[in-house]
Each structure stands twice: as structure tokens, then as C-alpha cells.
């Protein structure tokens, strides 16, 4: 690989300086969050628990009580040093609470972009390099299908289908891949099956667009004229092109299924990152919602910083631009 | 994208007349109309608008007149969706949801357009450093996924239906900023709007009869677009018991209750989640094949996202 390293350097400094940017204008969103809430949030989350001690006590702990720029700076530090508070609930540190709750929503979002991926790479190339066609459309209409369909809903279907008529599998609940692998993959597959038929449906329509870009650049056209056979035109100069932004597609999938299968992780009780942010918005534990909300976001940004980064590494256009 | 293309030169072969430049006169209308998927998706919405509308007279049944000793029933002539866990009609309690579902969308996205677009034109025109500055803000709100961003609205203020519209308003705001500054972009160095500037054209009257114009193709695709993710939205908060709150039914909400019903009652979580569908499916449907007449270019909004 022939890699300018001044520009590639240049590109990383960069990309690096625009992340920061965000994740500091994140986490002034996710401070202010706190702060915007009408009366007081400290009384709102102790609710019917409420006594002058409790309230005192999550007053000072939260530092609710301090000047806001002090709040802000202090909130910054520990926040960048992995310190998040304590729930305003339980009274635990909320990083240790997301840590728990991360390896269920891993597993979710890697069997669902394995069976995503599963889907999609065949069914968008099939679909782009028979473009027009029958089967191009029964792709593209069906594709269209999963993106409508609520996933939430799907899995219901699933479960009636799988759980209560066939009996076939688990409608709920999770079990670590390190306690007992084939519990974790008989309770993993409905939840799986259910993100990754949404997102499969999502990436078919982007693989087939991807494909057919790479189909119309001129150098394919050349390929083709020299009277290369169409087989070696589509494996060595469409697929291998058009393999760069299919990553990018997986890896951005890959982030929103992390923070966006909060409907789904209710629906299969599944003790992962979107069912806390539920929980956690439900009994108004502000601290809770403040630290997944950021874990969330930020793990977005990093997906995308690494998929960018990528990109940049494989295509030189990119970083020249 | 070549897909427009195509069906251009397919209407050309139809009617016999020679080349692109030709057909790309016909009017959008004869386009859209000459797509069987869009003709079909717009009868469908059309359908469930009026049903929406005429809910009130349509429904056979009260939405919460309980009558526990039909409870449960499944789909009958008189009760065409089966009955809830409580005896409800669950065909009524459908429809009267729809007007629930699409106001909200409605209203949502509507707020959504009109502040999206705003920022979008104001700092695709002005350029500078309100560009970066707006840019980057909407750069931040899309860092967050979007029922995430929601849940985080609703947990500031009480969750109801204001909360709800409020909050996918909110959400889907930064993509309507993002097609309006990249169209107004492409627009601002036009020659006529250029001349229209040196002729000393004050900026609104510029924005409002040059840009606008001509940046509303792709609005009213991320319209359509939108409109069915807004509902998906409000579907997932209701589910969550965090949008509509009942008694007033909703399809999110309905879905909720069918839960616990799963193998009792298919009916309770079949029809709900057919009707979400349905409505989704035919605004994505009519959002593609508006995208293929009025702006073939603009990639989907999660297709932009990715390329970032």
C-alpha cells in the first residue's frame, strides 16, 4: 500500500481535532440535560423515596448544589477520566453500572451485523449487477420492506412465531457467552434475528447503490471494453471497489445497533445499554440517562472516527480532498 | 444513481420520441404517476388520511368501551380486528389511532422542516463561521441515535403528546438542516442569484423567491421520509409508555398491551403493527419515488450520514 504519510498524518490531526469538537459539544448537551429540567431533578428522581437526608445526601454527591461553571469543568474532568457519578437511584458509580451492562448489547449488535451482513452483501450485489430486473426489484421492494417494518414489531412476530406456537426458542432473557455458549446463542437468535433482518434491510439498498456507483466509473467501462470477461470485470474491478464503502455501511450499522435497539432490548428483556437508558429515563435517574447518553454517543463517534480513518488508509481520495 | 434515468428513456421508447432532454420536460406529474409503486403508496396514504379523519363517525366501537365479558374475542363480523384484553375494539381503537399517529408525525415534521430549513438556508447563504458554528451543532445531534436523543427529551420534560412532538421535532431537525444548506449551497453561486445580489436584492427577498424555490425538491422527499420515521418514532415511544399516554390509544401503545397477549390474542399485536407498517411502508415508498422525479441526487439520510 503507497501511503503518503505527511498527508495521511495531516488527515488524522485533523479528523482527530473534528471528533474532539463534537464530543465536547456532546458532553455539553448531556450536562446541560440535568440542567434544563423544569423544578428540581434531584426531588423528581428520589419521587415517593424522598426524606430531607436522602435529598441531601444525592444533593452533595451530585454536586447539584455547586456554582454551574464549577459544575461544568468538574463534570468535563471526571467525565473524560471514566468517572460518570452515582445514580441518582441506586446510588452506584453509573460507569460500573454501563460497564455491566455492555457485554449484552455487544453480543446483540455483533450476531445482528452478522446476520445483517449475511443478508445484504448477496442481496445488494445480486440486486445492483441485475439492475432493472425482476429479481431487482423483488430486492429492492422487499428491502424496503424491512426498513419499514418496526423492529420492535418484528420481534413480537418472531417471538409468536418462534416462542409461542413452535416453542422453539426463548422469547427473553440473557445468558454470558462465558457462563454457557449454547444458552447464550439459543436466547442470542430472536433478538439477533430481529436487529440484523432491520439492519440487512437498511444495508441491501446501501451495497446495491455502493455497486452500482463503482459499476458506472470509467475505469469499469475500460475493463470491459479491453474484453475482459464479465466475470473478472465484476470480482477484480466492481466488488473490490465497491468493498470501502460496504465496511463504512457496516461500521455505521454496526454503531446504531450499540445505541439504537432500545425498543428491541425491551422487548426480549434484554439486560443491555438501551434497556438501561430506558430504565433509567423511566424512574428519571438523570446521572443514569446523563452517562449512557454519553457512553452511547461517544461510541458512535468512535466508530465512525475508525471507519473514517480506514477509509482514509485504503483510499487515498479521501484524504487528498 | 441511474434508476430516474431509466424510466425516462423507457417512457421515451413508449411515446417514440427521441432524447433525454425531451422526455426531462414531461412534468413531474406524469412521472410519478407513470411509477405503479408511488401511484399505489399515494391511494394508500390517501385511505389511511380520510379513515384518520372520519375516525370519529367511522369506528363502530367507543376507543375505551370496556366490556370485559367480550374480551379477548377473536376477529368476528362484528368485531373485524377481534376485541383487547379489556373487550375494546381493536378495529376502532386502530383507526382513532391513526389520527393520533399522523398528527403527531404531521406536526413534528413539520416543525422539523420549518426550523431545518431555516438553519439550513441561513447558514448554507451566510456561510462563514455561522456555517461552522451551525454545522457543528447539528454535527453533535447526530451523534446521538435518533430514539435516543428522544427518550432524552422526554425525560426533561412529562411524556404526553405535546413531549412527543416535541421531541421527533427536535430529532429530526438537523437532517432537514443538512438537505437545505447542501441544496442552498448549490443554488447560492447560480447566476441568477448572483445577479439578483449585484442588483442589490435584499437577502430575504433572494432566499424567499430564488433559493427556496428551487432547494424544494429534496424537502419534500426528506418530507415524506421523515414523515414515515417520525411515526416509527412515536410507535417505539408509545411502546415504551413514554409517548401517547393512554387511555388515548396509540399503535405503540396497543402493541405494549398485546404483549402479554402474545399467545393468546395474535389479533391485539397483529393488527396494530400491520397498520404502523402499512403507513410507513407507503411514505417510504412515495418518498423514493418522489426522489426519483424531483431529485435524483440526494442520497437517503442515513446514506449521508455515512458519508459524513
Same mark, same amino acid.
Given at each position: 500500500?503507497?501511503?503518503?504519510?505527511?498527508?495521511?498524518?495531516?488527515? !488524522?490531526?485533523?479528523?482527530?481535532?473534528?471528533?474532539?469538537?463534537?464530543?465536547? +459539544?456532546?458532553?455539553? !448537551?448531556?450536562?446541560? !440535560?440535568?440542567?434544563?429540567?423544569? +423544578?428540581?431533578?434531584?426531588?423528581?428522581?428520589?419521587?415517593?423515596?424522598?426524606?430531607?437526608?436522602?435529598?441531601?445526601?444525592?444533593?452533595?454527591?451530585?454536586?447539584?448544589?455547586?456554582?454551574?461553571?464549577?459544575?461544568?469543568?468538574?463534570?468535563?474532568?471526571?467525565?473524560?477520566?471514566?468517572?460518570?457519578?452515582?445514580?441518582?437511584?441506586?446510588?452506584?458509580?453509573?460507569?460500573?453500572?454501563?460497564?455491566?451492562?455492555?457485554?449484552?448489547?455487544?453480543?446483540?449488535?455483533?450476531?445482528?451485523?452478522?446476520?445483517?451482513?449475511?443478508?445484504?452483501?448477496?442481496?445488494g450485489?445480486w440486486s445492483a449487477l441485475h439492475e432493472g430486473r425482476l429479481s431487482d426489484a423483488i430486492i429492492r421492494v422487499t428491502s424496503q420492506?424491512?426498513?419499514?417494518?418496526?423492529?420492535?414489531?418484528?420481534?413480537?412476530?418472531?417471538?409468536?412465531? %418462534?416462542?409461542?406456537?413452535?416453542?422453539?426458542?426463548?422469547?427473553?432473557?440473557?445468558?454470558?457467552?462465558?457462563?454457557?455458549?449454547?444458552?447464550?446463542?439459543?436466547?442470542?437468535?430472536?433478538?439477533?434475528?430481529?436487529?440484523?433482518?432491520?439492519?440487512?434491510?437498511?444495508?441491501t439498498r446501501y451495497i446495491r447503490s455502493a455497486v452500482l456507483e463503482v459499476a458506472s466509473m470509467s475505469?469499469v467501462r475500460?475493463?470491459r471494453s479491453?474484453?475482459?470477461?464479465?466475470?473478472?470485470?465484476?470480482?477484480?474491478?466492481i466488488?473490490?471497489?465497491?468493498?470501502?464503502?460496504?465496511?463504512?455501511?457496516?461500521?455505521?450499522?454496526?454503531?446504531? #445497533?450499540? +445505541?439504537?435497539?432500545?425498543?428491541?432490548?425491551?422487548?426480549?428483556?434484554?439486560?443491555? =445499554?438501551?434497556?438501561?437508558?430506558?430504565?433509567?429515563?423511566?424512574?428519571?435517574?438523570?446521572?443514569?440517562?446523563?452517562?449512557?447518553?454519553?457512553?452511547?454517543?461517544?461510541?458512535?463517534? =468512535?466508530?465512525?472516527?475508525?471507519?473514517?480513518?480506514?477509509?482514509?488508509?485504503?483510499?487515498?481520495?479521501?484524504?487528498?480532498? | 444513481m441511474t434508476e430516474p434515468r431509466d424510466e425516462i428513456v423507457a417512457d421515451e421508447h413508449g411515446a417514440g420520441v427521441a432524447p433525454t432532454d425531451e422526455a426531462a420536460r414531461m412534468t413531474p406529474f406524469r412521472l410519478l404517476a407513470s411509477n405503479p409503486l408511488t401511484v399505489v403508496s399515494a391511494l394508500v396514504l390517501?385511505?389511511?388520511?380520510?379513515?384518520?379523519?372520519?375516525?370519529?363517525?367511522?369506528?363502530?366501537?367507543?376507543?375505551?368501551?370496556?366490556?370485559?365479558?367480550?374480551?379477548?374475542?377473536?376477529?368476528?363480523?362484528?368485531?373485524?380486528? +377481534?376485541?383487547?384484553?379489556?373487550?375494546?375494539?381493536?378495529?376502532?381503537?386502530?383507526?382513532?389511532?391513526?389520527?393520533?399517529?399522523?398528527?403527531?408525525?404531521?406536526?413534528?415534521?413539520? %416543525?422539523?422542516? !420549518?426550523?431545518?430549513?431555516?438553519?439550513?438556508?441561513?447558514?448554507?447563504?451566510?456561510?462563514?463561521?455561522?456555517?461552522?458554528?451551525?454545522?457543528?451543532?447539528?454535527?453533535?445531534?447526530?451523534?446521538?441515535?435518533?430514539?435516543?436523543?428522544?427518550?432524552?427529551?422526554?425525560?426533561?420534560?412529562?411524556?404526553?403528546?405535546?413531549?412527543?412532538?416535541?421531541?421527533?421535532?427536535?430529532?429530526?431537525?438537523?437532517? %432537514?438542516?443538512?438537505v437545505?444548506?447542501a441544496s442552498?449551497?448549490s443554488v447560492?453561486?447560480e447566476?441568477y442569484?448572483?445577479?439578483?445580489?449585484?442588483?442589490?436584492?435584499?437577502?430575504?427577498?433572494?432566499?424567499?423567491?430564488?433559493?427556496?424555490p428551487n432547494i424544494s425538491g429534496p424537502l419534500i422527499v426528506q418530507t415524506s421520509l421523515?414523515?414515515?420515521?417520525?411515526?416509527?418514532?412515536?410507535?417505539?415511544?408509545? %411502546?415504551?409508555?413514554?409517548?401517547?399516554?393512554?387511555?388515548?390509544?396509540?399503535?405503540?401503545?396497543?402493541?405494549?398491551?398485546?404483549?402479554?397477549?402474545?399467545?393468546?390474542?395474535?389479533?391485539?399485536?397483529?393488527?396494530?403493527?400491520?397498520? #404502523?407498517?402499512?403507513?410507513?411502508l407507503a411514505f417510504n415508498l412515495l418518498g423514493d419515488g418522489l426522489r426519483d422525479v424531483l431529485d435524483p441526487k440526494q442520497r437517503t439520510l442515513?446514506e449521508s450520514?455515512?458519508?459524513?
Open positions: 500500500m503507497r501511503v503518503a504519510p505527511r498527508q495521511l498524518v495531516v488527515f !488524522l490531526g485533523r479528523r482527530l481535532l473534528y471528533s474532539a469538537v463534537v464530543l465536547l +459539544g456532546v458532553l455539553v !448537551l448531556v450536562f446541560a !440535560l440535568v440542567q434544563v429540567v423544569p +423544578g428540581d431533578p434531584i426531588r423528581l428522581a428520589l419521587g415517593t423515596r424522598y426524606t430531607e437526608e436522602a435529598y441531601q445526601a444525592l444533593l452533595a454527591a451530585s454536586g447539584l448544589d455547586r456554582p454551574l461553571v464549577e459544575q461544568f469543568f468538574s463534570y468535563l474532568g471526571h467525565a473524560l477520566t471514566g468517572d460518570l457519578g452515582v445514580s441518582f437511584r441506586s446510588g452506584e458509580p453509573v460507569t460500573a453500572l454501563l460497564l455491566q451492562r455492555l457485554p449484552a448489547t455487544l453480543s446483540l449488535a455483533v450476531v445482528g451485523l452478522v446476520i445483517a451482513l449475511v443478508i445484504s452483501i448477496p442481496a450485489i420492506f424491512g426498513v419499514s417494518v418496526p423492529d420492535f414489531w418484528m420481534g413480537m412476530l418472531l417471538i409468536l412465531l %418462534f416462542s409461542t406456537t413452535w416453542v422453539l426458542l426463548p422469547s427473553s432473557g440473557y445468558v454470558a457467552l462465558s457462563d454457557d455458549g449454547a444458552q447464550w446463542a439459543r436466547r442470542v437468535l430472536l433478538p439477533g434475528l430481529t436487529v440484523g433482518l432491520v439492519a440487512g434491510a437498511i444495508m475505469y475500460t475493463a479491453k474484453g475482459l470477461s464479465s466475470g473478472i470485470v465484476v470480482r477484480r474491478h466488488l473490490r471497489n465497491a468493498l470501502v464503502p460496504v465496511l463504512t455501511i457496516a461500521g455505521i450499522q454496526f454503531a446504531t #445497533i450499540l +445505541g439504537g435497539v432500545i425498543v428491541v432490548e425491551v422487548v426480549f428483556a434484554w439486560p443491555g =445499554l438501551g434497556r438501561l437508558v430506558y430504565e433509567s429515563v423511566a424512574a428519571r435517574d438523570y446521572s443514569m440517562i446523563q452517562g449512557s447518553v454519553l457512553l452511547i454517543a461517544a461510541m458512535f463517534l =468512535l466508530v465512525n472516527l475508525i471507519v473514517d480513518v480506514l477509509y482514509a488508509v485504503v483510499d487515498p481520495r479521501i484524504r487528498l480532498s | 390517501a385511505v389511511v388520511v380520510l379513515l384518520a379523519i372520519a375516525a370519529p363517525w367511522v369506528a363502530p366501537y367507543g376507543i375505551n368501551a370496556v366490556d370485559v365479558a367480550n374480551a379477548l374475542q377473536p376477529p368476528s363480523a362484528s368485531h373485524w380486528f +377481534g376485541t383487547d384484553d379489556l373487550g375494546r375494539d381493536v378495529f376502532s381503537r386502530v383507526i382513532v389511532a391513526a389520527r393520533v399517529s399522523l398528527q403527531v408525525a404531521v406536526v413534528s415534521v413539520t %416543525f422539523a422542516l !420549518l426550523v431545518g430549513v431555516l438553519i439550513g438556508v441561513v447558514s448554507g447563504y451566510v456561510g462563514g463561521l455561522l456555517d461552522v458554528v451551525l454545522m457543528r451543532v447539528v454535527d453533535v445531534m447526530f451523534a446521538f441515535p435518533v430514539l435516543l436523543l428522544a427518550l432524552a427529551i422526554v425525560a426533561i420534560l412529562q411524556p404526553g403528546m405535546a413531549t412527543t412532538m416535541l421531541a421527533i421535532g427536535i430529532v429530526y431537525t438537523p437532517i %432537514f438542516a443538512r437545505a444548506r442552498t449551497l447560492r453561486h447566476p442569484v448572483q445577479v439578483s445580489r449585484t442588483m442589490g436584492t435584499p437577502t430575504t427577498t433572494i432566499l424567499r423567491t430564488h433559493v427556496l421523515s414523515l414515515a420515521f417520525a411515526i416509527l418514532s412515536e410507535a417505539a415511544l408509545s %411502546f415504551l409508555g413514554l409517548g401517547i399516554q393512554p387511555p388515548a390509544p396509540s399503535w405503540g401503545g396497543m402493541l405494549f398491551s398485546a404483549q402479554g397477549f402474545l399467545g393468546q390474542a395474535w389479533w391485539m399485536s397483529v393488527f396494530p403493527g400491520v397498520a #404502523i407498517f402499512v403507513t410507513v442515513i450520514r455515512s458519508r459524513r
